[in-house]
């Protein structure tokens, strides 16, 4: 089972100019087949099916723990997309009726970022395809699944370059960079485990594919912290064999690789400003922040929202400057 | 981000007779429409593109909450399956090559559960279709979000029910006596949002569909423990607001319902033993349990695994009931 | 748009032995690409679709009309599957909670009948997979439109005989035999126009496949009232010219083809009696009976429903032959 | 079965000026999860899968009539699709070959409604993906599928507002004012039905989204003429129950609910010009037209076709004034 | 089984301006239902499961020929894509990081071309949708599946001719021009034997659709070579029975159709350059030029590679015109 | 462009007991993820996608070469299928209408094998799901798409075990015990082109999974005959370069490994017999026999078909041993 923490992986952007064709190249890294919602469930399942842990646990854990931290990553892609739908609708004279969505017609976004959902983030790839379960590979063969899993980061660091590539939005810019930092970790603790098991040194491939991450700006400032040499646990108390693993010097670099026995503190969100053209949270977001103050009082809680948040969109009782600046 | 804990919500049975067929209906539960793949990712989902939290934080705690709770969920189908497929290949004697598949051709299997996967739940449902990202529904309009999750819960229950139904394997009975109370938790929970946002009184409608759990041995135990009038919260510090809407009586009983301020204790999983005829996790997974133990002694590790089981499968140091038993 | 009749085009039997296997190889009727949902909508999206109407009307009267008598073939199909489900669980001590549908586990059923649906049709094929809109061929070009609708027939003709084959139940007997009928009507009304367009004489492939319709005893009635010739006319007032078309010699026989200048009286239905185990209309029907006596005698209506059946299931005033041999 | 009528349920606007990239959006009602292909298909199953009608007799009738309702909607949104998409490419020297499409090359649209149909509907979504029978909720349990019901009237309604708020083309406008309002009326008497059945209030739900339809201009000659409140009987001499259900005040305007006791006299088509550069309904429509006057004849028809239409495409006796202006 | 040649069966043009848009189209040639996967797999499968060969060898000689000719189809169709996606990033300063694909972004592309995949043809159609192997139509009955082929190859020239009216590119009319006339004969073939086994005369629909390849200018030169009369015989010694079926006036022209008992000779592909934006063939496609190098020596291979090219892309020893020109 | 050749790559037995329920099973190594159409698809699109050819011929040559081969794994797998499925309905007094398929109803078949095709092999895996063009990987990137290649071996040789162990049809034993031999050749080929190019020697994997091919009786003769140690080249002219990369030793026995110069001579097909229940070829396959038969004669053909056939199903000149032992 799981504990959720309100906050992220890593620092996020402020809502700015809207780029919602962006949001729509953004959601491969989300529900493609090399997106996050496929490392997330092809390690949670992995580990789920897991079979004679006691005699495997330092491979069991390393499978549970890097799975939990990708919960994390299809959280920061939902954010990514998000960030740049917001605006793309007008907030303030935005409630309908009205055309408040014509700009978007001729656009090559994912009409379902509009039609269907509330501009908001979707488990679906570049092409607005679903993810599916197919994409999980979950064979039971210890080898085989790590070798699937240095495939998958593998391809995943590819898509990820891409998209920074075709995308410069500053959340999609500040999503990549740090993902293709941690994606590698995760490609170089796959590489090592086979190593371990079978003596081949897959690390002889890095950087594969052969991105100069140590040239990519978002990726800069997680380079220097250290980040791409990092494991952390994402538990309390337990997957502390993945030390028996993690272990030796960093392919490229040389350097040592270091578990950290916790979760990073991790960064409050943004709170994004509602969108009341596609009714998200509603076509009058001040009536339900009404029913919600009188509920809250009700059950004796402060009159500031307990919840932590990195800017108010606009229902908080902080200064909205995201608000202002979109209007 | 979230914390993962390697103990699971509620007890589980060790592996008995094996049902291979069972597993394959069980399968709807994880991956059909109304599984918990469905109720995990339309949640979390909901939670992620919530616009607008600070104004309306207590029905942003409370889905993102409950999504948290939906992971524990998947990962107890998960075990069933697992539990329910564990010995449907002779474990002892059954290093390929052979025929120790061959009972299993002409059963109404899922066919994937051993010819693709390696004797582990999938991402699939009870067709052996998968799971699709289509299935998640998240509108930004909170209004229709939760009359979305009602339903959404309400459709679980049925399905839950007939598996309980269809499926007497322990593991089955166990899992659905289970979550046919807290999926009426989360109906509860719902049901009790849009009341308290728009007056309609859905609770009116309970139990819908017309489950009468209080009948249902497996229920039983959890009922007893007052599990149906509990929310837990499911953080170490966030999502406190929930009791601004998880509150009230129940709509069955009348009972107060009640907010748990952290997750349960949870319980260890046992430790299925190996299935070699499949590489789960190898053909011969005691020469992976020996590089493993160089390993963790190389760590330093201690030389019992620091995971703690239920019960070992046959890796561990402990003696090994399960695989006598089935061998 | 379309007027609505609770009638049926054929007599169909009512619920006898229960046949869940051979319900799962009908469904390839509903949905399979050749299924009557693709006749349906192929010549429903193709009427839509049609331009030029005024120019063309035989050939649009033609593919419209015989869409609207396709409605009527889904409804049947449904109704066979509907009485080949009846009776696989207990009706009459079938309240969960229970193991009433624990004989089904093992045996070769669409589980999504019994565990997503309730005992129910669905626009699924024999697989349990899904009917699709891109079994859809709306070309706009009314000689490929044409060639398309009878390449459709043929193969649908292929399924039929094969599922006539395969199941022997009375339902799916009555189902077959009526629909091989009448779709070689339709095979030959494309099969004519295409003649009348091109001259290409598509009639002499007749029978394609060579299937002997006058061997089939449930083929006979049909046969020798005639309705291998007539083609009618499923409308009030439109829809007049496929007289150009639908003309000339019945390939097979040389009879004269006939055109029937309305729908068939049809015939009631019966009343499929409650399945309870799975909640179908409800756990307790008797409750449901009682709330709609109340609304209907507050709305003026009779004591007797107004709605004819041809046998009740167990909610009518007449007494319940059905449910009596059943339970 | 059913009976077809050659008129729609709405008038709707002669061709203008074309709009592909609308027309692409448009599909979402036509295919989308909350599409009126779902809507149809959802309640047609629900009627075939009825058990114990004449026990509940007023709700088997409720759900059969919407039903057919419904057909008429995916017609309607089909006619829309047709309109906008009329003119697209160049209907007077557009004769293959050459380059008639060229200019939608690089437009978003849907590729579909080019090279793979003929300037016509397909059963698809706003992605261009094929509507799919897993869109099909039929539970068997009464209360459970007018849950869904309501929630999928629900979905609707937000999808609509939002088709309208982005596409602003004469003919999508004219679609969605009036599905807006049929939804509404559809939505109502799902509410209607369960509070009847539980006693909850969905009804203090409405407007649920908060779609203000009384300001929306396309809907307004709608609602003056109370179509908001009326339940039309689309049959000849069934489903007469819903009397019983669709009773009471509306529950945005307090109004009294209607029952209409026959299907409205509905509108002639348009009949839309035809599309030489996609073969619609050939490359030279002119040659089908002889040949249909040729048979015509020959079956004794009147010299002008006996299909009314609001306006002739290019086929017909009447003056032609679409196509002048086209082309 | 199959011998490959390095040769293809047209001559195709060499990159010259990119066109990411038109090669999203082009893919509705690949991987559409009446794509040339699609003839390709029908063909092939209809081939395999051919029982009775001997008492019916022409026609199964006929069909397993073709399907030889059509895998030289789908590797035209993505010759075609590969040459107009050439380009679409810069080759000379493309190497990441950066915003090489910034351009593509807002364009009406496949994102698979560029996000998941290198800059490459794909099994998908114009939608982004992938080739599924539902496409495959193989009743085993030999007159059914004539039936179905010669549909399958009239929907594809309508596809085909739909495509070369969107798109012109070079490569795309080169392809599309080659196509028709290839499918064409195709087309014929199938009539033909349908004919002979039944009497029915399909040629009287030719051509069909009313496509005038006579006049397109890409048609013109396959045309003057007659290629329309010409079936080869893709096969060292197999297939020879051919003659048996494919005989007979062409049904447009009356010419007598033709064996020709060889393969085309064919013609060398232009070897595309490198696009290093995407990694393909990778960041520094002159490093694995060096390895390759070294590895060929050391084979006592000579220096020149043995694989003949219409031009070299940038790795060859010849002069590399057109990487100069794209730079 | 291919050239086909009517002969197969290993020897196949004859049909003798059917096995409905083993086929569907092996339709796994047909259309599943890991399956033959992947690894067709898969190596021919990377060929077609290949850029800089000349500068990395070696590998192109090795990519190509073997997608030739993998042509010949979807027919044989399709001739397993077929074997197996012949006999399952009666073929001497199998013509419709009866029950021929009545047995069938029950077992753990794919329905489409029997219902939508006619006994032969489809592009489906073992759920009955169809093959996807989502399954290929062609990402450009040489390294990646030979590590994709590496791993994709790996899953299929599992898939094939598993098939083995599962089904014990001779059919299937001698297509897995053949297809686990020639597949090895394939993982070692890529796993020594990623060592050249990188390094990495993933040979150290070897075998994975760790599959005692050498214990396999059906794997025995073809490791006897050294074909474990083989490349063949398939092409008259072409991929002559695959020596400088298929070289070395082979990583478990140390052998060298050696390119063979040209296709193996292969072996011919048994004739199926026809299967007349299902309309394979035909209800009377005497009749197209006969046609055939004149058209031969027409042509100039002698009297015994030109095909070379292992056995006769029931069509040829030869004594009919297969069909006497089947009826």
Redesign the interface.
Same mark, same amino acid.
């Not at 079978?198 to 491939?205: F, H, N, P, R, V």
């Given at each position: &089972?799981?504990?959720? !923490?309100?906050? %992220?992986?890593t620092e996020m952007p402020p809502p700015s100019d809207p780029d919602p064709?962006?949001a729509?190249?953004v959601q491969?890294l989300m529900?493609?087949?090399?997106g996050e &919602?496929s490392t997330l &469930?092809n390690y949670?399942?992995q580990s789920?099916? #897991?079979?004679?842990?006691? $005699?495997?646990?330092?491979?069991?854990?390393l499978i549970?723990?890097i799975?939990?931290?990708e919960?994390?990553h %299809? +959280?920061l892609v939902? !954010?990514a997309i998000?960030t740049m739908l917001t605006g793309a609708t007008p907030p303030a004279n935005g409630r309908?009726?009205?055309?408040?969505?014509?700009d /978007?017609?001729?656009?090559? !976004?994912?009409?379902?970022h509009? /039609?269907?959902?509330?501009? $908001?983030?979707?488990?679906?790839?570049?092409?607005?395809?679903?993810?599916? $379960?197919?994409y999980?590979?979950?064979?039971?063969?210890? @080898?085989?699944d790590l070798?699937?899993n240095? #495939?998958l980061e593998?391809?995943a660091r590819?898509?990820k370059?891409? @998209?920074?590539? &075709?995308?410069?939005h500053p959340a999609a810019r500040a999503l990549t960079g740090y993902l293709l930092v941690r994606g590698g970790v995760h490609q170089v603790a796959y590489a090592r485990a086979?190593e371990?098991?079978?003596?081949?040194?897959?690390?002889?491939?890095f950087p594969?594919?052969?991105?100069?991450t140590a040239?990519?700006p978002e990726c800069k400032p997680h380079l220097d912290a250290g980040s791409h040499l990092k494991l952390y646990r994402?538990? *309390?108390?337990?997957?502390? +064999?993945i030390?028996?693993?993690f272990?030796g010097p960093h392919p490229e670099t040389g350097e040592e690789l270091e578990v950290v026995d916790n979760?990073p503190e991790?960064f409050p969100m943004h709170?994004?400003?509602?969108?009341p053209?596609?009714?998200? *949270?509603?076509?009058?977001? +001040?009536e !339900?922040?009404e %029913?919600?103050q009188k509920?809250?009082k009700?059950?004796?809680?402060p009159d500031e *929202?307990?919840?932590e @948040?990195a800017s108010?969109?606009?229902?908080? $009782?902080i200064a909205d400057k995201v608000k202002s600046k979109l209007s």
């Open positions: &089972m799981i504990l959720r !923490i309100d906050r %992220i992986q064709a962006g729509a190249r491969e529900g493609g087949r090399f &919602m &469930m949670t399942f789920f099916n #897991f079979r004679n842990r006691q $005699g495997a646990r330092p491979f069991y854990d549970a723990n799975a939990a931290e919960y994390g %299809i +959280e939902a !954010i998000n309908p009726p009205g055309d408040a969505l014509a /978007l017609k001729d656009q090559a !976004i994912n009409p379902h509009f /039609l269907a959902g509330g501009q $908001g983030a979707l488990p679906q790839d570049s092409r607005a395809n679903p993810w599916t $379960g197919d999980v590979f979950s064979s039971g063969d210890l @080898v085989e070798t699937h240095f #495939f593998t391809g590819n898509n370059l891409k @998209v920074y590539e &075709m995308v410069d086979v371990l098991l079978t003596g081949a040194d897959l690390t002889k491939m594969t594919p052969r991105i100069p040239k990519i994402f538990s *309390p108390n337990d997957y502390k +064999e030390v028996a693993v272990t979760a991790g709170d994004l400003p509602s969108q053209a596609v009714f998200a *949270p509603d076509y009058a977001p +001040e !339900i922040k %029913i919600a509920l809250r009700k059950a004796g809680l *929202p307990l919840g @948040v108010s969109g606009n229902g908080g $009782g």
